[in-house]
């Protein structure tokens, strides 16, 4: 349609994409094939099939498996921001979470300059900007997190190739049975570091995990929390103090089956309970979607028209860690 059309074009800034999760298909199976990292098919149409998070899950984790020196993130990088900008993309703040490949050997340094020389080349050609947000993964333990934002806080006194794209830390992967209190530390150690804070909450955790999140770790943000709307209370207070979320709608109907369908997502009930929910793909490639996409089907389901998702694409510009001068040059 010609809305489906104009909100493609439309320049749309993102918040919540993992930037593992934007890896064409085609490129898992060249780089396993030259790594020799045998997979469950080579048949790009069938790579990414899982029926629920934990499933969804593991595919990622294939998909990360196959990244396994710097010129594979700078390649990761490199076509992330270019099939982004196709749709629209003007300006993003992209997860990566590297504790699997720090387990397996990899450095720190390597996977930030391997994607910061693809996000340059990718920038110089099509004028979209990519920044980082480095994810612990609570698999891996609180430990784990500390370690990492340990090194990034070397790193960047360093003044490690790439650093300056750190923007931030978060943290993502399960939710289940796991207290996000217990990362305090690793969240006390980003702050004093200078990083700003953000984390997945609420997409299978209850409101008081996203509380937590908030108020014992010090995030600035939410991704996802989906499970705010459960506590009305808590769904004020975010309004009022206008704490963004990053929501994304589609990815919690493909990844986590939480809906039947995009019409029984809580996305315009929490729009217009006042909460800063900005529209984000979250793992654009293992979930066949693009921004575009993500922007035209919210319209079309919940009866958006083309300005009520220009309010909904400023409110990413103002949910953003840009400085004021690049967020007002945006707008
Ligand atoms: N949830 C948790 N971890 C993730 C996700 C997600 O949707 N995508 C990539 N890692
Ligand atoms: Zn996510």
Redesign the pocket.
């Known amino acids: 349609t010609a809305l489906a059309a104009a909100l493609d074009a439309l320049p749309k800034v993102e918040l ?1 994409c ?1 930037v593992e ?1 934007t890896m064409r298909p085609a490129t898992v199976v060249e780089l396993a094939t030259r790594a020799g990292i045998p997979l469950p098919t080579t048949d790009v149409t069938e790579l990414y099939s899982y029926r629920s998070l934990d499933e969804f899950l593991s595919v990622f984790w294939l998909v990360q498996s196959t990244l396994t020196g710097r010129d594979d993130w700078a390649r990761l990088g490199y076509e992330s921001v270019l099939d982004a900008a196709a749709h629209g993309r003007v300006y993003a703040e992209l ?1 990566f979470t590297p504790a699997r490949h720090l387990t397996a050997g990899s450095r720190l340094r390597d996977i930030v300059a391997g994607l910061d020389e693809g996000f340059a080349a990718a920038e110089a050609e099509t004028g979209s900007t990519a920044m980082l947000i480095a994810d612990i993964d609570r698999a891996f333990g609180p430990s784990a997190g500390v370690a990492m934002v340990d090194e990034l806080g070397d790193l960047r006194r360093g003044g490690a190739t790439g650093m300056q794209r750190v923007l931030g830390v978060g943290m ?1 992967s399960t939710e289940l049975g796991i207290d996000p209190a217990s990362f305090r530390d690793a969240y006390r150690l980003a702050a004093r570091h200078g990083f700003r804070l953000t984390g ?1 909450q609420g ?1 299978n955790s209850p409101p008081s995990a996203i509380a937590t999140l908030v108020d014992v770790l010090g995030a600035e943000r939410v ?2 929390g989906l499970s705010l709307v459960a506590d009305p209370a808590l769904v004020a207070r975010f309004a009022a103090e206008r704490i963004p979320l990053t929501v ?1 709608p589609n ?1 919690n109907i493909r990844i986590a089956n939480a809906f039947g369908s995009l019409a029984e997502h809580p996305f315009p009930a929490m729009r217009s309970a006042g909460l800063l929910a900005t529209l984000n793909t ?2 654009p490639a293992l979930t066949d979607l693009d921004l575009g996409y993500e922007y035209a089907s919210a319209a079309d389901t919940f009866g958006y028209s083309f300005d009520d998702m220009v309010t909904i694409a400023l409110d990413g510009i103002t949910a953003s860690w840009l400085p004021a001068d690049d967020a007002r040059a945006l707008r």
Do not use: M
Request: hydrophobic share 10%; glycine share 8%; aromatic share 8%.
């Open positions: 919540h993992h999760g997860f993502d997945h997409e991704d996802h994304c990815s979250d793992d």
